[in-house]
């Protein structure tokens, strides 16, 4: 037996490849997080209003979605709805997460893959490649920063929001800021737009470089999102079956009866599969269950990736797409947001805690994120959180056993497949902080 270990780069949190061969066969191949947190066992017995503080610190990138997830697990539990406005502000909170999350998976963690680079900042051969990329690195932070901005604008503050408070938001988005990040999106969206069609034709010319990634296989697909109304604010989970219908749907309160939730003997990341069948969450899910955003340019890029790549498509390959597709929707309604009136109306409505059992989901950048927690006396006693990574991590090690297959055999074990193993687990953008949670 021969065990190869790939360490991870580009990635959210500490992650490796483990593949083992035998006999010029490939047996196994892991993705592997290497870290123990324990979040779930340490806030037991704190008291329960304090959980939507500490939360957001399982991840400094996942901060947002975790705030907000908190948040709404605790209203569900103690029976209130917030008001209209506070919910309008929370989706561009969101928005502002998936901005800064897409930007920076594709632009800095995946795009290095298409042009055989080790970073975006890595120099190229030629004098071309070389302006090529620089202009890249600028649009791409640029873009990256409106992400920042609009969470904290809406948020308050970047990293660990904390304006969204049970029962609503602590302030509204006065007309002058709103305007302000208004013309900065304007001005940015049509280098939004140039980045993602140079993008997408990168990829396309690595298409033609090395043909497949792996495991384009079709599988089922998790998402929040509605068909119609393409909101991160969630309130209902949707699953796509591998032929490509959407067969189920389901509160987040019934989420242990379609979802399986195990251990895993070789990894501190648990595994999730509906039902027992592998599937997929992030934007390869959402725009396979997406008929339309609703915004101009998202929608036309909808239309161009169907008509390419039929619907449900399944290519690991296309999650980078759809992230891209993504971005520019989240542009656009944010900007739509933003035109209207988010400063006036009530923000917050009063509550009384009580003990019980509470769901929050949001549609976290790589999937559905539920946060269930149950409470006592006022304290928790139990908090689980169901982290969208999960959701992927059978197909990243299907994906993975193809990749290896692929370039393992009689010949002995090609150089290209540490590349390989880099570009399968980029290809699901994972989070390790919060997986292993």
Same mark, same amino acid.
């Given at each position: 037996?021969?065990?190869?270990?790939?360490?991870?780069?580009?990635?959210?949190?500490?992650?490796?490849?483990?593949?083992?061969?035998?006999?010029?066969?490939?047996?196994?191949?892991?993705?592997?997080?290497?870290?123990?947190?324990?979040?779930?066992?340490?806030?037991?017995?704190?008291?329960?209003?304090?959980?939507?503080?500490?939360? @957001?610190?399982?991840?400094?990138?996942?901060?947002?979605?975790?705030?907000?997830?908190?948040?709404?697990?605790?209203?569900?539990?103690?029976?209130?709805?917030?008001?209209?406005?506070?919910?309008?502000?929370?989706?561009?909170?969101?928005?502002?997460?998936?901005?800064?999350? $897409?930007?920076?998976?594709?632009?800095?963690?995946?795009?290095? !893959?298409?042009?055989?680079?080790?970073?975006?900042?890595?120099?190229?051969?030629?004098? +071309?490649? /070389?302006?090529? $990329?620089?202009?890249?690195?600028?649009?791409?932070? /640029?873009?990256?920063? &409106?992400?920042?901005?609009?969470? %904290?604008?809406?948020?308050?503050?970047?990293?660990? @929001?904390?304006?969204?408070?049970?029962?609503?938001?602590?302030? *509204?988005?006065?007309?002058?800021?709103?305007?302000?990040?208004?013309?900065?999106?304007?001005?940015?969206?049509?280098?939004?737009?140039?980045?993602?069609?140079?993008?997408? $034709?990168? %990829?396309?010319?690595?298409?033609?470089?090395?043909?497949?990634?792996?495991?384009?296989?079709?599988?089922?697909?998790?998402?929040?999102?509605?068909?119609?109304?393409?909101?991160?604010?969630? /309130?209902?989970?949707?699953?796509?079956?591998?032929?490509?219908?959407?067969?189920?749907?389901?509160?987040?309160?019934?989420?242990?009866?379609?979802?399986?939730?195990?251990?895993?003997?070789?990894?501190?990341?648990?595994?999730?599969?509906? $039902? =027992?069948?592998?599937?997929?969450?992030?934007?390869?899910?959402?725009?396979?269950?997406?008929?339309?955003?609703?915004? @101009?340019?998202?929608?036309?890029?909808?239309?161009?990736?169907?008509?390419?790549?039929?619907? @449900?498509?399944?290519?690991?390959?296309?999650?980078?797409?759809?992230?891209? &597709?993504?971005?520019?929707?989240?542009? +656009?309604?944010?900007?739509?947001?933003?035109?209207? !009136?988010?400063?006036?109306?009530?923000?917050?409505?009063?509550?009384?805690?009580?003990?019980?059992?509470?769901? =929050?989901?949001?549609?976290?950048?790589?999937?559905?994120?539920?946060?269930?927690?149950?409470?006592?006396? =006022?304290? &928790?006693?139990?908090?689980?959180?169901?982290?969208?990574?999960?959701?992927?991590?059978?197909?990243?090690?299907?994906?993975?056993?193809?990749?290896?297959?692929?370039?393992?055999?009689?010949?002995?074990? %090609?150089?290209?497949? *540490?590349?390989?193993?880099?570009?399968?687990?980029?290809?699901?953008?994972?989070?390790?902080?919060?997986?292993?949670?």
């Amino acid at each position: 037996m021969t065990t190869i270990t790939y360490p991870l780069s580009r990635i959210e949190g500490h992650a490796r490849v483990v593949i083992d061969i035998h006999d010029d066969e490939v047996f196994r191949a892991d993705f592997q997080a290497m870290e123990m947190r324990g979040f779930s066992y340490y806030v037991q017995g704190i008291p329960a209003e304090q959980i939507t503080v500490i939360v @957001p610190r399982i991840c400094g990138v996942c901060s947002t979605a975790h705030q907000v997830a908190s948040v709404k697990a605790l209203e569900d539990l103690f029976g209130i709805t917030p008001p209209p406005l506070a919910c309008e502000i929370r989706e561009v909170l969101l928005l502002g997460q998936l901005i800064q999350n $897409q930007a920076t998976s594709l632009f800095i963690f995946t795009m290095p !893959d298409r042009v055989n680079a080790s970073s975006l900042f890595e120099i190229a051969e030629t004098p +071309e490649g /070389k302006a090529r $990329q620089f202009s890249l690195a600028q649009m791409s932070l /640029k873009i990256r920063k &409106i992400g920042t901005d609009l969470i %904290s604008l809406a948020g308050g503050q970047f990293i660990h @929001p904390i304006k969204t408070v049970i029962g609503g938001v602590t302030s *509204s988005i006065p007309r002058e800021k709103a305007d302000a990040m208004i013309k900065t999106i304007e001005e940015l969206l049509p280098m939004a737009v140039d980045l993602v069609d140079n993008y997408w $034709q990168m %990829s396309m010319e690595m298409v033609d470089r090395i043909g497949t990634w792996g495991d384009d296989e079709p599988t089922y697909y998790l998402a929040s999102t509605e068909a119609d109304n393409f909101r991160l604010n969630s /309130k209902r989970l949707r699953v796509m079956c591998n032929e490509g219908r959407e067969c189920h749907t389901f509160a987040p309160q019934e989420y242990e009866s379609y979802l399986n939730i195990e251990e895993s003997d070789y990894s501190y990341a648990g595994t999730s599969s509906f $039902q =027992g069948h592998i599937m997929r969450a992030n934007s390869l899910a959402r725009i396979n269950l997406t008929n339309s955003f609703g915004t @101009p340019k998202a929608d036309a890029y909808l239309k161009r990736f169907g008509e390419a790549y039929g619907k @449900p498509a399944h290519a690991i390959l296309f999650f980078d797409l759809c992230r891209g &597709i993504e971005l520019v929707y989240a542009l +656009e309604k944010a900007k739509q947001m933003l035109e209207t !009136d988010l400063q006036h109306g009530e923000a917050m409505v009063r509550y009384a805690p009580r003990d019980g059992i509470g769901f =929050g989901l949001v549609e976290a950048p790589r999937g559905p994120l539920i946060h269930r927690y149950e409470v006592e006396n =006022g304290l &928790i006693k139990k908090a689980d959180f169901i982290i969208p990574t999960v959701h992927n991590m059978l197909a990243i090690r299907r994906a993975l056993m193809v990749a290896a297959k692929r370039y393992v055999g009689l010949e002995g074990i %090609s150089n290209e497949l *540490s590349r390989a193993v880099g570009r399968v687990v980029r290809a699901f953008d994972p989070c390790i902080a919060c997986a292993t949670k």
